[in-house]
């Protein structure tokens, strides 16, 4: 019965594809990024091998030897037969019984005598002591190769995109954040359905139709479209939403945390803000971006939000489905950008950062380099790092000295670009008193029998909004 209620994770085996100009090191990290995208899944790695390709662009996406040393692990016959037997008429099959001639059983599945001759060396590889029970490319794949792939290895086979999208699946946890991962995944399924099933035509069509009626495939991909149109709908009422909050958020200080999935940015979100928020180690335990007035409070007041995580290789649908999501950064008035820097990869993830922000529109606003998970470093790592980025902002998030810095660094920051100025507001101009006292920051006040004169510290455009508005 406990066999039932704790069921072992699935063994994957991690495939690697290495192209030209891609170093042996950026092939190892990224074998490493996917086994923890794997880990969080929840399968169990059992093993990862690579090959050098100059494209992944053949049926079997590996050479031939690779293949065969591959099916070790997983069981499979490590090549490619014909997958479909091939129909005779009946009046052929009643020739061939005439003439007493065979049928053609190797249409199906090469047999042994029929197997393709090997083009490469075996890498020498031995099998494994426990089989994979699923592999994993660390590259997309298109639908044929997905099918490919299962027949030559023998087991389920997924690609990066798939693993990728399966975690956005879920993770998400607001209703905005689950339309556009579920829009993402009907894009990434919806190409892929004639690998999974057979396509025969559903009924007829009817009394007058001519021809076949619509096949269960292109019934299924009809639905996908009707879906993705229906979530779009709906993602599109609460996207008007959140513009008209982040309308009214447009005259605030806002600090966005952007960076790698993983990079600390949900840790360092609560430093700031002392909110609840979920922080997990694992990738991309963050997808909705959640806003907070950053602690102790300042006048004016700073938001900060976190966003969703980047990664190498975020497949482009998952982009574009949260667009609005990324937004948060496009309309920031300041982006911390987090990493970890006791991570050996961190400038080539900063550099997806970087990329992915462009796309978005967020390329040119201003920014902090925030190298986060410090303590992990040696003092010489340390030197090395801040003789490299000497812009750059070093603090553990778990650090409250850290934080603290990092809080007036940020009060600074904004004030540098802010003025003194007395205002004198009538008495009968209570409104702005009003909001004067609950954005900006007051340095000294007098009064007389006409109103009040507050000398203030704000931003010339927030003083110039509130002169307009109050006709002062």
């Known amino acids: 019965m406990d066999e039932f209620l704790d069921p072992q994770p699935l063994k994957a085996l991690l495939i690697g594809v290495q192209l030209p100009k891609v170093s042996d090191q950026e092939t190892q990290y990224s074998l490493a990024e996917l086994s923890r995208l794997v880990t969080t899944l929840g399968y169990e790695v059992v093993g990862q091998t690579s090959q050098k ?70 890498s020498g590889e ?29 087991v389920p086979v997924l690609d990066r995109t798939g693993v990728i999208i399966e975690i956005f699946n879920r993770h998400a946890r607001t209703r905005e954040a689950k339309l556009q991962v579920e829009i993402a995944r009907l894009r990434y399924v919806a190409p892929r359905l004639r690998e999974t099933g057979g396509g025969e035509d559903r009924g007829g069509g009817g009394i007058g139709a001519k021809g076949a009626g619509e096949s269960v495939i292109e019934l299924d991909r009809r639905h996908i479209r009707d879906r993705i149109k229906e979530l779009k709908d709906e993602l599109a009422s ?37 909110s609840e928020i979920y922080v997990a ?7 909705d971006t959640t806003v907070r007035i950053l602690q102790p409070e300042t006048k004016p007041k700073i938001l900060v939000s976190d966003t969703v995580g980047f990664i190498k290789k975020l497949p482009h649908d998952l982009v574009a489905s949260f667009k609005s999501t990324l937004d948060e950064a496009s309309n ?4 911390l950008y987090v990493v970890d820097c006791s991570d050996p990869t961190f400038r080539s993830q900063l550099e997806v950062t970087k990329t992915t922000l462009r796309e978005v529109g967020a390329g040119e606003i201003d920014n902090v380099l925030i190298l986060n998970k410090v303590d992990r470093l040696t003092a010489e790592e340390r030197a090395s790092l801040a003789a490299e980025f000497p812009q750059g902002y070093f603090l553990s998030a778990h650090n409250p000295d ?43 006040e007098e009064y007389d029998e006409r109103g009040v004169t507050l000398k203030v510290r704000a931003s010339p455009e927030d003083i110039r909004r509130l002169k307009t508005r109050h006709g002062i």
């Open 53 to 122: 390709r100059s494209s992944t662009r053949s049926a079997t996406v590996l050479g031939e030897g690779k293949l065969k040393d591959i099916a070790k692990w997983t069981g499979g016959p490590g090549f490619l037969g014909p997958m479909f037997k091939k129909k005779k008429h009946k009046a052929a099959l009643r020739f061939e019984k005439e003439e007493e001639e065979d049928s053609f059983e190797g249409e199906e599945f090469f047999e042994e005598s029929d197997e393709p001759e090997i083009l490469e060396e075996s």
């Open 126 to 154: 031995t099998a494994p002591q426990e089989k994979a029970q699923v592999a994993i490319f660390d590259c997309e794949l298109s639908p044929s190769q997905l099918r490919n792939m299962e027949h030559v290895l023998g």
């Open 238 to 274: 609460i996207s008007q939403e959140h513009e008209t909050r982040r309308a009214r958020r447009s005259q605030e200080l806002v600090v966005a945390l952007v960076g790698y999935t993983n990079a600390g940015k949900s840790s360092l979100m609560r430093a700031l803000t002392g």
């Open 281 to 287: 180690d694992k990738l991309f335990a963050t997808l």
């Open 332 to 335: 920031a008035s300041l982006l």
């Open 402 to 444: 850290d934080i603290t810095q990092l809080h007036t660094y940020l009060v600074k920051h904004f004030e540098n670009s802010m003025v003194d100025e007395d205002l004198f507001i009538p008495y009968d101009v209570q409104k702005a008193i009003g909001e004067i006292r609950g954005k900006f920051a007051i340095l000294g």
